[in-house]
Every structure is written in structure tokens, then in C-alpha cells.
């Protein structure tokens, strides 16, 4: 029969463009969000979080928006570079100690 | 240095085989918790531990155990691995207290296939 792989979405850019990555988060009682970057062979690595109180955050060369009426969350990355490439998470915690909840994470590749 | 350590990174075992995934972290942090990471299912939560003694079922706790004995360490347990349980896992550590996101520690992973 046929069979249906898990495809990671992916995202390619050119060198020196903007990336957005997207992500939809589905707990409306969530109130932290966090973007990891993952490389090849390597664990998560924090990027920058936002809480619910907040609408936008800024970092070097990256931005998070947070959208909490249609629970969406974006990260931005400017003047996109080769060593950006990677897979980008999502994650987001409920109110209290509850677990990190990660989203299925964004391949970005990046074109030279 | 802070930073969270498991062992071993690289693992091929057979069906059956006991084994156990250690992690240990050295930055005293009350919290702890395994993921396993799958293509195209990002990371998934099997266990977590909120402080010695207390653990609890995450989303895929299922052919898994885990103990917390003491604080720093935190084993993942494989009664009996079936190749399902193939995947690369991770192992994370955070205070409990002011949590940002800059202070989740994960390790380096583990890479388990069994046959």
C-alpha cells in the first residue's frame, strides 16, 4: 500500500534575505514562547522568548511577534545568513512549572 | 561549565536488550525531562521530573521509565527497547524558579536504533 511520509515544512531563502518562520500554537493559556534553533547533530539551542504580555521582541538580527488572537507566533530573521540554516522550534509553556511544549519545527535553508 | 551530559550518544541495541540512557547536569536545577525527537514530530516529551522523587508521564511515556533519585541525574529507562523506540533523544534541565528560555539546558542528544 501506499505510505505517507512526515515531511518537515521547509523554507529556503537567499543569503542576505529576510526569513519568517511561522508557528501556530493551539493552548490559549499559554503565556511563554520560546524559538530554538537546531543544527545537524546537535540539541536545541534558545534563540529569544517572548511572554504574553508582549506583542513583539527584539534580538540581534532576529524578531518575534506574537499574535495572541489567532495564536500565531513568527520569527523573523534579517539579512539571512548561510549559518542560519537549520531547524527552527517553536515551544511554549502554560502558566506555572508546566511542561515545554515543542511545535513540529521549520527547515530553513539557506541559498548562497 | 554548565551543561547537560548523556550517555551513551550513540547506541544500536537489540530487540529486548535492557538499557538505560544516562543524563546528568550540573547546575543543581530542580527540573529535568526526556524528549525524543522523530522526522517531521519535532520533540516529543516522554518523562519529566519536577525534583528528586517526582516524576511524571509526558506525552509518549509508553515502553519508557524513568528515576530521580538524586537531583543531578535523571536516567531514561528501556525495559525492553522495540525498534519503534528508534529515534534520538534529548535530555533537558532548567530551574524551576525563573524559568526563561535561556535557561533550559539540553544535551547533545542520543542516537538509539534498535533492530
Known amino acids: 500500500g501506499e505510505s505517507v511520509g512526515l515531511h518537515l515544512p521547509t523554507l529556503s531563502v537567499q543569503e542576505g534575505d529576510n526569513s519568517i518562520i511561522n508557528c501556530a500554537y493551539s493552548n490559549s493559556a499559554s503565556d511563554y514562547f520560546i524559538w530554538y534553533k537546531q543544527e545537524s547533530g546537535k540539541g536545541p539551542q534558545f534563540i529569544i522568548d517572548i511572554r504574553s504580555n508582549m506583542d513583539k521582541r527584539q534580538g540581534q538580527r532576529v524578531t518575534v511577534l506574537l499574535n495572541k488572537t489567532v495564536k500565531h507566533l513568527s520569527l523573523q530573521i534579517a539579512a539571512t545568513q548561510p549559518g542560519d540554516s537549520a531547524v527552527y522550534f517553536c515551544a511554549e509553556i502554560a502558566s506555572g512549572n508546566t511542561p515545554l511544549v515543542f511545535g513540529k519545527g521549520t527547515r530553513l535553508s539557506v541559498i548562497a | 561549565e554548565a551543561q547537560v551530559t548523556q550517555n551513551p550518544r550513540y547506541l544500536i541495541t537489540v530487540t529486548g536488550k535492557k538499557l538505560t540512557v544516562t543524563c546528568s547536569q550540573n547546575?543543581?536545577?530542580?527540573?529535568m525531562s526526556w524528549y525524543r525527537q522523530d522526522p517531521g514530530l519535532g520533540l516529543r516529551q516522554i518523562y519529566y521530573s519536577m525534583n528528586v522523587e517526582v516524576t511524571d508521564k509526558g506525552d509518549v511515556p509508553e515502553g519508557y521509565k524513568v528515576s530521580r533519585k538524586e537531583k543531578r541525574n535523571f536516567p531514561l529507562i528501556l525495559e525492553s527497547p522495540s525498534p519503534n523506540q528508534t529515534s534520538l533523544y534529548f535530555c533537558?534541565?532548567?530551574?524551576?524558579?525563573?524559568?526563561?528560555?535561556?535557561?533550559?539546558?539540553f544535551g547533545e542528544g542520543s542516537w538509539l536504533t534498535v533492530v
Open positions: 533537558a534541565s532548567s530551574p524551576l524558579t525563573g524559568v526563561g528560555g535561556n535557561t533550559i539546558y
Open positions: 547546575m543543581n536545577h530542580e527540573y
